[in-house]
């Protein structure tokens, strides 16, 4: 008996997440139920989907060819509004996250200054951008300081997290050294801790500029000025053709950010 | 002259780090503190400058107590108390100079630092002490392109350009090869000759600590259990340091040429970097002790 127990060849399996059999394949069970009655309550009308087939098509036709030439004036005062607002806010708002991220680290800020750090990156990553433009757009009125602004704050909440997380990641001995020296707290920052976040710093400055111009696209649809309520008025006035090219206009800049922020963060490292 | 008395340290997690430590070096003294992981070597040296906070007791450098200073006064004490790292704690993104320069930033003010505009007194003394260790033709090299004990270097030129009047070295040796070990060791005690400067060195190789040094401080759980010139380590007194062990190996090899690795095995980070120190220059190599 023992015998063969040790010739026969000995068998291995990952143990399984869940140990019990009855919860696992309960759990399995629960979720495709849950998800059978989930699509359930989507209320398909294929009949309706089939007719409005062609009308979709026509609108997808009207986009071509699209015209660049009808309001060019318009969406070259757009795309520079975008532009401004985006190195704007992007500049601002990595000003502002440096202080506040530097707070939110646990190794740099005591409690209360961490708390209220953290307390303002939060509030600034809670609500989307959309929100926050629709919000500033009521208090400053329409237009790009509206914009400017949501994109700034959205910066704040995005850098500073960021920013606070690389310097608690970073080497507390190089930190520690520098300290040793008798360096002011400044100094200290100066020599211990910035060498060590920079390059990082300005790879996600750039991606942030990259975001940002796409934002800015975003919250002109709610009247926070810049392209995005040139490509707004185009829809209202059903010139689909001019949509078509501002969109155009939009991916080429995004492609053109994207390439050279890339190729500026390989350079930095 | 330091003096250090009744120092305690507890840590928050209810650890005795220092049971009451009482040590004085007197001027010039180069002493080495030996004694097993754990003993409280690296949290006695950090207490001296205070980058950890004794719990009680008193240090006093010249006369001055390092455990009742101001935050403003203790920056102040810093900039006389030089300290060398274990595995170098060079800024690694910072050049060569910019790092032996950060060792004035007790001296100058916020913006100079910020601007790297140092008084020229600085710049050629950081010149200065670069040539002495062979190292005047990397100022502009970043410390992360350096070899282990190219590093180590800086770390002494940084700490020695603060013109301090006492050196703490916490395990300068303790990712070095045996022959850059002995190398930095040298250079270190040559330094301190030179300058009339005292300094505590932590340093887990026994062989080393008697190559070296002129006092041997042995530690174990927070106490001193040993006091006394390198020659009265006998297997004894490495076993009430230590713990019980066959010390016939370490003994022996003690005052001969070929120790350097044997007597710490818990050290492990020792990358071999065999050719680190062979610069084709000779001069530079004498300059900075390595013949």
Known sequence: ?269 | MLEIEKLVKRYRTGDMALKGIDLVVPDGQVMALIGPSGAGKSTLIRCVNRLVEPTSGAIRLNGTNLVALSTGELRKARRKLGMIFQEYALVERLSVMENVLSGRLGYVGFWASWFRRYPDTDIEEAFRLLTRVGLDHMVDKRADELSGGQRQRVGICRALIQNPELLLVDEPTASLDPKTSRQIMRLIRELCQERGLSAIINIHDVALAQMFAERIVGLRLGEVVYDGPPTGLTAEVLTTIYGEEDWAATMQKGGDDDAGDEASDDTPARAPRSHDDTHPTFDRDRMAGLT
């Open chain 1, 1 to 269: 008996m023992t015998e063969s127990v040790v010739h026969s060849p000995r068998r291995w399996r990952k143990p399984p997440l869940i140990a019990s059999p009855l919860v696992r394949w309960g759990l399995v069970l629960a979720v495709a139920l849950y998800l059978a009655a989930a699509l359930g309550t989507v209320d398909v009308n294929w009949k309706r989907v089939y007719e409005g087939l062609p009308r979709g098509w026509q609108f997808v036709a009207a986009f071509f060819p699209p015209d660049f030439s009808s309001r060019w004036s318009e969406i070259y005062d757009g795309i520079l509004e975008s532009i401004w607002m985006t190195v704007a806010a992007t500049v601002v708002g990595v000003s502002l996250s440096i202080p506040v991220g530097i707070g939110a680290a646990r190794n740099l800020a005591p409690a209360p200054v961490y708390y209220a750090c953290r307390a303002i990156l939060a509030v600034s990553r809670s609500f989307q951008e959309i929100i926050l433009a629709i919000f500033f757009v009521k208090l400053f009125g329409f237009g790009p300081f509206a914009g400017f602004l949501t994109i700034a704050f959205a910066t704040i909440g995005f850098y500073g997290k960021l920013l606070a997380e690389d310097i608690e990641d970073m080497d507390p001995k190089q930190a520690e050294a520098v300290k040793a020296t008798g360096a002011s707290w400044l100094q200290w920052i100066n020599y211990g801790v910035q060498p060590q976040v920079m390059p990082r710093m300005i790879g996600l400055g750039l991606y942030r500029f990259d975001i940002n111009f796409r934002e800015s696209a975003v919250v002109g649809i709610v009247g926070g000025g810049g392209i995005g309520a040139t490509l707004n008025t185009a829809f209202e006035r059903y010139e689909f053709d001019s949509a078509a090219a501002i969109l155009i206009v939009i991916i080429a800049i995004v492609m053109l950010v994207e390439y050279s922020s890339g190729y500026l963060r390989r350079w930095v490292q």
